[in-house]
């Protein structure tokens, strides 16, 4: 292994902890007085903190990250800022450690069906997935569903299920601004460079109508052979993990908004067993 001397430019490049501190309060737009009262501390000895004049110990920093839902990656940056050695681990989702979680994922994706159910890292990278949903990417270009895939690139890709989605305008509108609330929440460059990506793919002419009443979120319309399957979906994530790659798991589960749907799905599932 080759070591090598950071030089002092690289050093002092990296932000010092109290910018980072103010980076995420104004990204959660609070003000310092609002994050004292919530982190029961003085506002003045808070913005000592942010200006450099004094410095955090490792339980203050902490619980400042706590109570501005920083990411478990993101707070090891913190400590590492202030000096620390980060406290959280970041496995392989192999990792014998996890393999409890692992099975808990797969679990709730194989009970999920005949319904599709995806599990996906903070990127939107899939992880695993359950029969039905690899089912309804059929078709979609091979290149597209080649590891790593992302699954909003599969989504609004012109070669991947965005010809088959009849409502694309609005499921289009729905997922990007999903991302760029993302964004918001973590500064992540990564996820910045997908929406500009995402943002570049040709849009359908925006259709204004309103949707109706009964409605209770905004559903995916897929075409298929047997006709338009309708879904809404729900999102779990892992509680009160300690480990980074649990923290960034979520599964999304589709659920059928309509009775069609599920007709179609279960018929699906009987024709592929």
């Excluded at 030089?7 to 995420?24: D, F, K, M």
């Excluded at 990656?73 to 959280?88: C, K, S, Y």
């Excluded at 949707?211 to 995916?220: D, G, K, N, T």
């Amino acid at each position: 292994m080759i070591t090598t001397l950071a030089s002092p430019n690289a050093a002092s490049a990296v932000p010092p902890v109290g910018h980072l501190l103010r980076e995420w309060r104004q990204r959660r737009r609070l003000s310092q007085l609002d994050l004292a009262l919530e982190a029961d501390i003085s506002s003045r000895h808070l913005s000592f903190m942010e200006t450099g004049r004094a410095q955090p110990s490792r339980e203050m920093l902490l619980h400042l990250a706590e109570q501005l839902e920083v990411p478990l990656r993101d707070r090891n940056v913190l400590l590492t800022a202030a000096g620390f050695a980060p406290v959280f681990a970041e496995r392989s989702l192999l990792d014998p450690a996890l393999t409890a979680a692992r099975d808990a994922v797969e679990l709730v994706l194989k009970g999920h069906e005949p319904y599709p159910a995806i599990a996906v890292d903070r990127h939107w990278l899939l992880s695993s997935a359950n029969t039905p949903a690899l089912m309804l990417m059929a078709g979609v270009d091979e290149e597209l569903v080649k590891p790593p895939i992302n699954v909003l690139r599969v989504s609004l890709h012109p070669k991947g299920l965005a010809p088959r989605i009849a409502n694309l305008g609005e499921w289009r509108a729905h997922l990007l601004a999903r991302l760029k609330r993302q964004i918001e929440t973590t500064g992540d460059a990564v996820l910045s460079a997908l929406l500009e990506e995402l943002s570049s793919y040709p849009a359908p002419r925006e259709r204004h109508g309103a949707r109706e009443v009964s409605a209770i979120a905004v559903p995916l319309q897929l075409k298929s052979d047997a006709g338009i399957m309708s879904f809404f979906s729900t999102i779990t994530v892992f509680g009160t993990p300690v480990d980074i790659t649990l923290s960034e798991i979520a599964i999304e589960a589709f659920f059928p908004a309509d009775q069609a749907t599920g007709d179609i799905l279960r018929r699906m599932s009987a024709q592929k067993s």
